[in-house]
């Protein structure tokens, strides 16, 4: 049974930091590309970072230098580092895992963490 867990999400004033963690299971962790979305109320979810299999990474334009992502597979662990952290970055935060093989897509989810940005 594939879990992903989230952690490290909270309250947090403009400016600050966060680190969210997602711990993998049951999946061969180092085949799955692995990403960061998040969906804000009333909007729709969109992806904000993601790293390959090969830890190529990639990033939505709006966390351009403010997001790392990460990912360490001797512990099947990936992690979104959130610098200058903005009132617009608030939501919940879903780790997803995913892989395409022989024409077929295998995608999991976490349950999710709420980030929240606020003086």
């Known amino acids: 049974q594939v879990q992903l867990v989230e952690s490290g999400g909270g309250l947090v004033q403009p400016g600050g930091s966060l680190r969210l963690s997602c711990a993998a299971s049951?999946?061969?962790?180092?085949?799955?590309?692995m990403n960061w979305y998040r969906q804000a109320p009333g909007k729709q979810r969109e992806l904000v970072a993601a790293i390959t299999s090969g830890r190529t990474t990639n990033y939505a334009d709006s966390v351009k230098g403010r997001f790392t992502i990460s990912r360490d597979n001797a512990n099947n662990t990936v992690y979104l580092q959130m610098d200058t952290l903005k009132p617009e970055d608030t939501a919940v935060y879903y780790c997803?895992?995913?892989?395409?093989?022989?024409?077929?897509?295998?995608?999991?989810w976490g349950q999710g963490t709420q980030v929240t940005v606020s003086s």
């Open positions: 049951g999946l061969r962790f180092v085949t799955y590309g």
């Open positions: 997803n895992a995913a892989r395409r093989e022989l024409g077929r897509i295998y995608e999991y």
